[in-house]
């Protein structure tokens, strides 16, 4: 899974069948590569989530047959984008959607 902002909705009229009417979001990761992600959960602009790639994010989609490598899974109620120290101090630690501390590295 990956951590990535919300930067933008896609709005995406003419479409192959196999989207549906997922709604789209463009992201962008901390490296500043930008994606489009199918977005089950309806998350604002602006958001950190976390998304999953390749076979599990057609399966985190409410439609398994949905043509997406990139799908939003949670929200993340906070989310610092500054790199830890590089001595590895400090816990690396935020407060995942679901209340749950995760690691970034």
């Known amino acids: ?3 990535v902002r919300v930067i933008d909705e896609l709005v995406c009229t003419r479409r192959v069948p196999g989207l549906g009417q997922a709604s789209l979001r463009v992201v962008r990761s ?3 590569v930008m994606s489009v992600a199918t977005d089950p959960v309806g998350v604002p602009v602006g ?3 976390f998304a999953t790639t390749g076979t599990a994010a057609r399966l985190a989609m409410p439609d398994k047959g949905c043509l997406t490598d990139l799908t939003i899974c949670g929200i993340l109620d906070q989310w610092d984008e500054t790199p830890p120290p590089a001595d590895g101090g400090g816990s690396g630690q935020h407060t995942a ?3 749950a501390a995760v690691s970034k590295g």
Do not use: L
Request: glycine residues 16%; aromatic residues 8%.
């Open 1 to 3: 899974m990956d951590i």
């Open 30 to 32: 901390a490296q500043g």
């Open 47 to 49: 958001k950190w989530v």
């Open 97 to 99: 959607a679901t209340g």
